[in-house]
């Protein structure tokens, strides 16, 4: 996995212009996006440069990561909600665009399954992730390995706790629906996107420690055209001369 680090104020912009860099070679880029607090400085960056011409997703596709279960749609703390907020709302995606998880399914594990098919046949070009601090990529908690699949997951209680400072309306969370690793690692591309000191423990344990389960982004590791993408706080723990 190659590891870039960008001074704080520079991150969100050079990740960014790396992705309308991917979106204009190709337009019709498929890709994974994740919510939550990491991405939003980026996507306000593709949001402006939506609004002046300089890119456009109108002939792209994006599938939501992970969903949490058990919020009134429209809730503050639906991975949904924050992508419409954050990125859908300014940007010229078509609503046919977009593919999400569907937590209040009769059938939940079937939709999960359906969703697996629908990533597969599309076929990510580009998925972004962020890293849970207790190093979970999407909702894949500590303990995943590399052949999990998308599915129905009992949360853990870092992530339940986390989940609080999305500012949810609803009760607090217990499940969600995640992608797995196994379609994480047939993406083209991965990058793995976090920014503050706060990461920067949990990224150290998940680019320098093993490879395992134990810290399922370690298992990116394995992707080779995995880049970490880290604002210089989040890697201030790193050994990056090693
Ligand atoms: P955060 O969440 O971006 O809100 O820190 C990251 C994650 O849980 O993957």
Redesign the pocket.
């Known amino acids: 996995m190659r590891v870039e680090v960008f001074a704080d104020d520079e991150w969100a912009g050079a990740v960014a212009r790396r992705w309308i860099d991917r979106l204009g070679t190709k337009p019709d880029l498929v890709m994974c996006l ?1 919510t ?4 939003r400085p980026v996507y306000a960056a593709m949001a402006a440069a939506v609004e002046v011409g300089e890119v456009s997703f109108a002939g792209a596709t994006i599938f939501i990561l992970d969903e949490f279960g058990g919020l009134d749609v429209g809730d503050p703390g639906r991975c949904d909600t924050m992508l419409q907020r954050d990125l859908l709302d300014k940007i010229d995606l078509p609503p046919t665009g977009l593919m999400k998880l569907d937590p209040d399914a009769m059938d939940v594990d079937a939709d999960a399954a359906a969703y697996r098919r629908l990533v597969n046949e599309a076929g990510l070009d580009l998925t972004i ?4 601090g207790n190093g ?2 999407g909702l894949n908690e500590p303990g995943t390995g590399p052949n999990s699949t998308t599915r129905r997951v009992v949360l853990s209680p870092a ?1 339940i706790a ?1 989940h609080h ?1 999305y500012n949810t309306a609803g009760p607090t969370v217990e499940w969600g629906v995640t992608l797995g690793i196994d379609e994480l690692m047939r993406s083209t591309e991965i990058w793995l996107i976090a920014n503050g000191r706060h990461k920067s423990t949990i990224l150290r344990d998940a680019l320098e420690g093993p490879i395992g389960p134990g810290v399922p982004a370690s298992l990116l590791r394995n992707h080779s055209r995995s880049a970490a993408l880290l604002d210089a706080g989040a890697a201030s723990l790193l050994d990056l001369d090693a």
């Open positions: 994740p939550g607090n990491t991405p992730v962020g890293i849970g979970h990529v992530t986390a400072s």
